[in-house]
């Protein structure tokens, strides 16, 4: 089965405009010096790329499960290294939800952050150039360098712009997912001593031996697990959460963890389809520990942004469920999933980030009876809660019955302990609802949410409840990439 790149027909190079747009912007930044400036500046650049990934988005065709807006230029042609960008309906998505969240995020920052502004807006605009670049890339040094060049960014948002053990957090997420690259390096350059080339494009849908797919499956694995993260390798990621400012939360849960599932879908099941059948029991069991696990540590916290943070260990346990139950369902619940998690989970903690402005704590029972006093505030927050343990109605509630059906299907305990999950996570954010909004009377004086802060949430609100009523258009723009993907693995699964 051969995998093709339709090139980019469009006047100009859409993709890479997307891609480094934002860079530009950051490097104008470092020129300014007035931070009013600066933060225009920014959201003005960010919002300009967002408008090009609409772009991009209306001269998409899910028509077909080919690479589409394809730009190919030679870079290093001693040793097949290509410049090579392309989108599919796999990514289309992803890259809409990058560009969306970058103006919302430089929005949420605009009086939170009061020193070093200009060297906080130009780690956003990093991050977006690396996120982006992730996402549409179809030649492996040029992944690998987009993969590593979000590490710096993001350390640096933790590490200068953090909480009180922000040199703790911000050197256990660097230690622990540049870790996670070596290993993803390795698989990489067995693919080229394999292939002779590092083009994605020429590695997947290719016959490989079973045993070099075991040993790159499970290189794979430990980068894209411990990116996802996945349980037992999750425990960099509360402590990354809890101290990182929160655009850098909004960051980590909104596109960074989907940085693992998505390199499980596109390189583990396209590359090593033989090894990701065979250890597709082990992926499944892990995945509902950490749907179980993640719920009931949730119970335990009384900190909002760790009880927010470890929620993510249970929401990606859905994904990574959908992925490996190698069913159309479960992929499209797992993509939706992807997506869903993004917006609801980088709204909670905006909200948090709005109270924590206001009270300076993140503690529950701080920032406790919030109803009569923040009306607006609780509205909004209570919105995204219900979201977050999937009532129906919302987004997260398709996502996770397509994961549950495409579980069903095939693993009917793993689909049991996932609903137990389910469970539990209505059970945690009922709790933390019921105690922000009348958990004790306040008669203290606090300002309610403004209307810039308003402002940046509602498309999020729109979001949830577009896909929690309309999820056909999102699942139509992704069905060809992801049958074509299944048709394939199912040519090795029994």
Request: glycine letters at 8%; charged letters at 10%.
């Amino acid at each position: 089965m051969q995998q093709y790149l339709i090139m980019n027909m469009l006047d100009f190079p859409v993709l890479s405009t997307t891609i480094f747009l934002p860079l530009v912007g950051g490097i104008l930044i470092l020129l300014l010096k007035n931070d009013s400036i600066i933060r225009i500046t920014a959201f003005i650049t960010t919002l300009i790329t967002f408008f090009i990934s609409l772009v991009a988005y209306g001269n998409f065709n899910p028509g077909t499960h080919h690479f589409q807006l394809g730009e190919h230029l030679p870079w290093i042609p001693a040793y097949e290294i290509n410049y090579t960008l392309g989108v599919d309906g796999i990514t289309i998505f992803l890259i809409l939800l990058t560009t969306v969240l970058s103006p919302i995020c430089v929005l949420s920052s605009w009086e939170a952050i009061k020193e070093r502004v200009k060297e906080f807006m130009f780690c956003i605009l990093l991050m977006e150039t690396a996120m982006i670049g992730v996402f549409c890339s179809l030649d492996f040094i040029l992944f690998y360098l987009f993969w590593e060049a979000m590490l710096i960014p993001m350390y640096l948002l933790i590490a200068i712009w953090g909480g009180p053990r922000k040199d703790y957090a911000s050197i256990k997420f660097f230690i622990y997912t540049l870790f996670g690259s070596v290993f993803l390096l390795v698989a990489i350059i067995a693919i080229y001593l394999t292939n002779g080339t590092f083009s994605i494009l020429a590695a997947m849908y290719r016959s490989y031996p079973f045993s070099f797919q075991m040993w790159v499956f499970l290189a794979f694995a430990i980068a894209f697990a411990i990116k996802v993260p996945m349980f037992p390798f999750h425990t960099w990621l509360p402590a990354a959460h809890t101290e990182a400012p929160t655009v850098g939360s909004v960051f980590l849960a909104s596109v960074l963890l989907k940085m693992g599932t998505y390199g499980f879908i596109r390189f583990c099941l396209s590359i090593t389809p033989s090894a990701s059948v065979y250890f597709a029991p082990l992926m499944i069991t892990l995945s509902v520990i950490g749907i179980v696990y993640g719920g009931f540590v949730c119970l335990a916290q009384t900190d909002m942004k760790k009880l927010i943070a470890y929620s993510s260990v249970a929401h990606m346990g859905f994904v990574t469920l959908g992925i490996f139950s190698f069913t159309l369902f479960g992929f499209e619940g797992a993509m939706l999933q992807m997506l869903n998690h993004g917006v609801t989970t980088g709204a909670l903690f905006l909200c948090v980030g709005i109270i924590y402005e206001r009270t300076h704590s993140r503690e529950i029972y701080d920032n406790a009876g919030l109803g009569k006093i923040m009306p607006i505030y609780v509205g909004f927050f209570g919105f995204f809660s219900i979201s977050a343990f999937a009532f129906p109605g919302t987004n997260n509630f398709v996502g996770e019955i397509y994961v549950l059906i495409g579980t069903f299907i095939k693993h009917k305990t793993a689909g049991f302990f996932a609903v137990a999950g389910a469970v539990i996570a209505a059970a945690y954010m009922l709790r933390l609802l019921k105690q922000i909004v009348w958990g004790r009377e306040d008669r203290r004086v606090i300002k309610d949410m403004t209307p810039r802060e308003v402002i940046y949430l509602i498309p999020l609100v729109l979001f949830v409840l577009w896909v929690g009523f309309f999820p056909k258009p999102f699942v139509t723009v992704m069905e060809k990439s992801l049958s074509h993907l299944l048709t394939y693995v199912r040519t090795y699964y029994n």
